[in-house]
Nanobody, 128 residues
Framework: QVQLVESGGGLVQAGGSLRLSCAAS????????IGWFRQAPGKEREGVSC????????IYGGSVRGRVTISRDSAENTMYLQMNNLKPEDTAVYFC?????????????????????WGQGTQVTVSS
């Protein structure tokens, strides 16, 4: 069974840090494009950070650039999102996702519709 399971969300004060984890089962993340997305109440799901499966190119959303880092651990078959200097506007449900699609250009890599396997989401709340 193909599955992604997130962990690591929670409540943190502004300026704090969190590391989200996403463990994959039933498939190897090494052969998938991977991404982190978030969705705040009343807003559309947006890309936070995504990584190309072939060349490792990563892209970051404008609002988080410089504050987050995406990574993957082949041995653990897990992807991570390290978030630093968190702000109240980062409050959202965070989702990990994977795509086995063929190569895609930079503009398409962090579009939610490109991804076909999703985790259940984990809540991140940043207090001011």
């Amino acid at each position: 069974q193909v599955q992604l399971v997130e962990s690591g969300g929670g409540l943190v004060q502004a300026g704090g840090s969190l590391r989200l984890s996403c463990a994959a089962s039933g498939f190897s993340l090494d052969y998938y494009h991977i991404g982190w997305f978030r969705q705040a109440p009343g807003k559309e799901r947006e890309g936070v950070s995504c990584m190309n499966k072939s060349n490792g190119i990563t892209i970051y959303g404008g609002s988080v650039r410089g504050r987050v880092t995406i990574s993957r651990d082949s041995a653990e078959n897990t992807m991570y999102l390290q978030m630093n200097n968190l702000k109240p506007e980062d409050t959202a449900v965070y989702f990990c996702a994977a795509s086995a699609a063929p190569e895609v250009g930079i503009l398409g890599l962090c579009v939610p519709s490109f991804y076909d396997t999703w985790g259940q989401g984990t809540q991140v709340t940043v207090s001011s």
